[in-house]
């Protein structure tokens, strides 16, 4: 099969486009033929880091077709389509996971959305709603809004009754997240995101702050409200996660920290993907692509993935 593969650790140009042996599916696990494949800030990082052995392939979420199921599969059948999730392998053709970390794909969600739902919008729920427990009439601030997580959390968040506060960098973004549930729009490049969020909620700060950046963490603390909720999800912003734990002691706030990882296989996490999967058949949420590359250009595709001021996912296809 054809996948994109690296051999050392590096910026995108470490990626080359090589035929490599076809995975090997075990007893737990399905056989995908890849359809399309959403980059994920994880796999940015995870390729700047010392791959496991030569002609690594990275990836976390891809959508396609099962083309074969191991022998102690008993929920999913050859040509069904799901959508995936794992910690390498998913830039290629195809792509050997274990069957409790996919998911079927209803018949009005296409392969692209597909492959970008689970750990964004999955995440994005786990943020706002499990760990950061959000209630109607609440003010959230998210940071980094126009990413995958971001775009996800505003509109769950919107449907939770909160009022949104979204940070993002560059005004262009501004009607999109305004369309999609944002309630004021801060431009981070051109703004003091913790001042205008105390301007817009009178002094008080935020009841919750959703955190996907790391190194914006100590802002997102100063932009908290006292015995308000902060949940850091990532460090898409690189560096040490050093912040002052004296102010958020005294102002008696919460600090969670989420990675999903295997949490997307405990059965109340692996169902809120299904519904959220029904939610966009349903046309309730929506699912923002950036764009589309072929697999044979993931290295331009990372760099766009890095370098560009996205909205959305990038995604690739074999």
């Known amino acids: 099969m054809k996948a994109a593969v690296y051999d050392n650790p590096g910026p995108p140009t470490v990626l080359r486009y090589a035929d490599v042996p076809d ?99 999955g995440t994005a ?15 959230v601030l998210i940071q980094a809004a126009a990413g995958g997580v971001g775009l996800a959390a505003i509109q769950l968040a919107r449907q939770a009754g909160a009022t949104v506060i979204a940070a993002a960098g560059g005004r262009e973004r501004q009607t999109r997240l305004s369309k999609l549930g944002a309630t004021h729009v801060i431009d981070r490049f051109e703004q003091d995101v913790v001042g205008e969020v105390r301007r817009l909620t009178d002094g008080k700060g935020a009841d919750l702050v959703i955190d996907p950046v790391g190194s914006t963490l100590q802002g997102s603390l100063s932009a908290l409200a006292a015995e308000g909720r902060l ?45 959220l999967l029904e939610a966009v058949a349903e046309r309730r949420l929506d699912v923002v692509i950036d764009n589309v590359f072929p697999l044979r250009e993931a290295s331009k595709a990372h760099e766009y993935a890095e370098t560009a001021r996205s909205l959305g996912r990038v995604v690739m296809t074999p």
């Open 125 to 139: 729920r786990h943020c706002v709603i499990t760990k950061g427990r959000l209630n109607e009439g609440e003010t």
């Open 231 to 275: 949940v850091f999800v990532g460090n898409a912003g690189g560096g040490d996660l050093d912040v002052d734990l004296w102010s958020p002691m005294q102002n008696n706030q919460t600090l969670h920290g989420v990675f999903m990882g295997s949490l997307f296989e405990r059965p109340a996490v692996h169902g809120t993907v299904d519904e």
């Open 23 to 121: 995975p090997v599916c075990r007893p737990g696990d399905v056989l995908i033929a890849v359809e399309a494949i959403s980059i994920e800030g994880g796999d940015l990082v995870n390729r700047r880091s010392t791959p496991q052995r030569p002609s690594w392939i990275v990836g976390y979420a891809a959508a396609g077709t099962i083309v074969a199921i191991g022998e102690n599969v008993r929920d999913r059948t050859v040509g069904q389509k799901v959508t995936a999730f794992d910690m390498q392998g998913s830039h290629a053709e195809l792509w050997a996971v274990p069957a409790s970390r996919t998911w079927l794909i209803p018949n009005d969600v296409d392969m692209v959305q597909a492959a970008a739902l689970p750990i964004s919008f």
